[in-house]
Each structure stands twice: as C-alpha cells, then as structure tokens.
C-alpha cells in the first residue's frame, strides 16, 4: 500500500510541476484540445492533425501500465517508458509529457539532451547520481547530485545529462517533460552510431583518439547492436 501511495504522489507531482514548463516550447493550443490523428500523406505539420473534436472520447486521454517495470536486461542497464503524444493522442498541442525510468544495480541512462523539453525528474526508488553540462558559453560546468526517494531535479532544455543507480537495488524515476514530444539524442549512439557513420578520422580529431579506437567504437553502437532510448 505504501509503495502505491509513493507511486501516486510521483505521478502527481511529476505532471504539476511540468505543467509549468509548457508555455515554455510548445506553442500555446488555440482550441481546448486537438487530439491527434494521421494526416494525410506526404503531408507534415509541426505537431499532429486534430481529431474532430465530435468524435473525440476520454480513451483520447488515457493510458495505462506505468505501474508495470520495463526491461533493463540490455547495455546500459535501464528502460525508459515514454507517455508521450504517440501513446496519448490528447497530449497533442498541450506540451506536455511524462517518462518512467527503471534502473537496474549499476544501470545508467546515459548522457542524452532533449532538445525540446526542460524535464523535472522525482525518484521513487532506489539511488541515483544524476547531472548535466552547460554549454560551451558557460564553460561546460557539471552540476551533479545524489538523489533518494521523494528527491527532485531539474534538467534545462538541451542540456546533456544523464541518471546513475549507484544504488544496490533498483531505482524507479518518473520524470516530467515541457513538450508533448521532447525527443532524445542519446550523445553515444549520435556521434558513434549515425547513419550513415561520420568518417572516423573526423572524430578521431574531436575526441583526440586514435582513428582504430573511433573504428571500434562505431562498430559498438552501430545499428546492429540495441540502442537506449
């Protein structure tokens, strides 16, 4: 029963607080809501097509299963279950969204930006180290913490950051975001798994590496190993 009022609380929290960032990216909505539907082919808007709202019903508005733990088995060690305007068409225009992290011992989601969502990050269970890196502007200063459970943080838009259990047991997050589809660069598989790759000697540059290391890297995070979304 505790564990389900922990649960409860975070996910009210975590929506409260990220309602104050949605007058912050996404543009404001001009009718009370625009549920999304396909549009037509070949076709592209910036955000979704409305439903007509005559045929607009509350499972516009629902989903459910964050209750459920996702799947850490894979490289990093973490599953991240994204609610977002894909799996609640009525999030459309509303500029918000809302993400479970699950961490195995040891897990991480690695250094990754949204490049169109501040997020505000609650833990329920377990202990993280999280942090991001400013800009180039500001010198890329670290601003790191270790969080418990009922700890929040917040991380800018466009910030690389990223969450460490550094805890013995799993860890449980949820995490708020200003946009109803923030999206994620995850910084490894980026630079080393694009498609198609950037030319090696190029990153071997950047990161001061030897070219046969940058070869082997891209090799990892090609698209034929799983990638951490």
Do not use: W
């Not at 808007?45 to 439903?51: A, Y």
């Not at 499972?59 to 209750?67: R, Y």
């Not at 950051?161 to 995850?186: C, D, E, K, W």
Request: with cysteine; net charge neutral.
């Amino acid at each position: 029963m505790e564990g389900l009022l922990r649960f409860l609380v975070a996910i009210v929290i975590v929506l409260a607080l990220a309602s104050s960032f949605v007058s912050c990216y996404d543009p404001s909505p001009l009718q009370d809501f625009c549920v999304a539907v396909d549009g037509a082919n070949g076709v592209f808007v910036n955000g979704k097509f409305c439903k007509d709202p005559k045929y607009v019903k509350a499972e516009d508005f629902f989903t459910s299963g964050l209750n459920i733990a996702g799947n850490t088995m894979n490289r990093v060690g973490s599953n991240v279950t994204n609610v977002n305007v894909d799996r609640i068409p009525g999030l459309n225009t509303l500029g918000v969204s809302l993400v479970r992290i699950d961490f195995a011992p040891g897990g991480q989601n690695p250094p990754h930006t949204h490049p169109r969502a501040t997020e505000i990050l609650v833990l329920v269970e377990g202990t993280l180290l999280v942090g991001f890196v400013t800009s180039n502007q500001d010198n890329n200063r670290l601003f790191s913490k270790v969080l418990y459970p009922g700890d929040v943080f917040v991380f800018p838009i466009g910030m690389i950051h990223f969450q460490v259990n550094v805890g013995r047991t799993n860890a449980v997050a949820f995490a708020g975001l200003g946009s109803q589809n923030p999206g994620t660069i995850t910084i490894a598989d980026a630079v080393f798994g694009s498609t198609p790759l950037i030319m090696p000697e190029i990153l071997a540059k950047a990161f001061q590496l030897d070219v046969n290391v940058v070869r082997f890297l891209e090799g990892r995070f090609s698209s034929k190993y799983d990638r951490h979304y």
